[in-house]
């Protein structure tokens, strides 16, 4: 009975330390696209189209890693 009681806190600890480090990787991923779209911005701006075009993609690249996160975040959550 013990053992059980322990491998279930550990479980939970696990499953806290898990949403604390998607949390992370959204927030992370969240302040990078706004970085990238403030830097295609200035970039149009300046009439520097290549490396707004750069900016451009890094906001797709992430949006897409975002929505990766929000896959694995929705997956955690139905296993619970």
Do not use: C, W
């Amino acid at each position: 009975m013990a053992d059980n009681k322990a491998v279930e806190e550990f479980a939970m600890s696990e499953a806290e330390k898990t949403a604390d480090a998607l949390k992370d990787l959204e927030r992370i991923e969240q302040e990078v696209a706004a970085e990238a779209e403030a830097s295609v911005e200035d970039y149009d701006a300046m009439g520097d189209e290549g490396k707004a075009a750069e900016a451009a993609e890094t906001v797709f690249e992430f949006e897409q890693a975002q929505i990766g996160t929000d896959m694995v975040g929705g997956e955690l959550s139905e296993d619970k």
